[in-house]
């Protein structure tokens, strides 16, 4: 319990849980809309089954790609490409970079769509197109993508596993306790989700950076005689902080000048 309450497993952990959070967000919004596909009487077991399954697929994914990493985790082919790439690529190699890529993608995504939409339950409207167990087949391939996220972006930061299965697990029991305020929540605190993604951004690009020496310490990997190196914790943690100043920032100008053109208007 010491090492768990210790300030740098806390400060993971507070971190972590921002990142899953952000991620379950997107995941429930993922399960309303293929729920809504389904026909309104099976949309209510779907939503529980897609919940229920994606807590599951959290922790099995996780210890399976945490498995598989200790296990073959060494380098299987190493390039010799002189000056363009050099370097040893394994399982862990490929697992960070399409992880990082995929974090990347999933902010960049999510941005633009909380910046472009005005009502975040627009696309939660009932479509009763198909089957439910499509539906359902559908969100297991959803919860899957989330989880493997989810893995990579908790290895990315560490790998003490009471502060990963915390980190994974409240999020979801914040899902279930409020699902229903859920969705206005996010409607009226859209900065703070925002202001997640755009940590998650920097994840990605420190689990991208992790893959460079995640195979083969020794020889790192090489692009155009550049050796792609993980970001320092001091220059992460540096990142994070200045990202959440100025989302701050931004918001507190944007109520100020929200609040000045309504009192123009008067």
């Known amino acids: 319990m010491g090492e768990m309450l210790s300030l740098g497993n806390l400060v993971d952990f507070l971190l972590l849980f921002v990142l899953q959070t952000v991620l379950t967000m997107g995941n429930v919004l993922g399960i309303g809309i293929e729920a ?17 399954s994606a807590v599951i697929l959290r922790i099995v994914v996780f210890l399976a790609t945490l498995g598989i990493l200790n296990g073959f985790g060494g380098a299987f082919l190493h390039l010799g490409w002189d000056g363009v790439i050099t370097g040893g690529v394994g399982l862990s190699t490929l697992a960070f970079a399409v992880g990082g890529a995929m974090l990347i993608l ?12 005005e009502h975040l339950d627009n696309d939660l409207d009932d479509r009763g197109g198909r089957p439910g167990l499509m539906s359902l087949i559908g969100i297991l391939g959803l919860n899957v993508v989330y989880a493997f996220e989810g893995t990579i972006a908790a290895l990315a930061l ?21 699902r229903d305020e859920l969705t206005l929540f996010l409607s009226r605190r859209r900065m703070v989700e925002v202001g997640g993604l755009f940590i998650l951004l920097a994840v990605g690009i420190l689990a991208l950076g992790m893959a460079g020496t995640a195979s083969d310490p020794v ?16 220059a992460f943690y540096t990142t994070v902080i200045v990202l959440i100043a100025v989302v701050y920032s931004q918001s507190s100008f944007a109520r100020k000048l929200a609040a000045a053109r309504k009192a123009a208007q008067k």
């Open 158 to 178: 560490t790998t003490y596993q009471p502060v990963i299965f915390a980190a994974f697990l409240l999020p979801w029991v914040g899902v279930l306790i409020l």
């Open 36 to 52: 809504g596909r389904a026909p309104l009487a099976q949309q209510s077991a779907v939503r529980f089954w897609g919940i229920g």
């Open 106 to 117: 999933t902010a960049i995504k999510e941005i633009a769509r909380l910046l472009s939409v």
């Open 219 to 234: 020889a790192p990997i090489s692009i155009f005689g550049m050796a792609v190196t993980p970001m320092s914790q001091a």
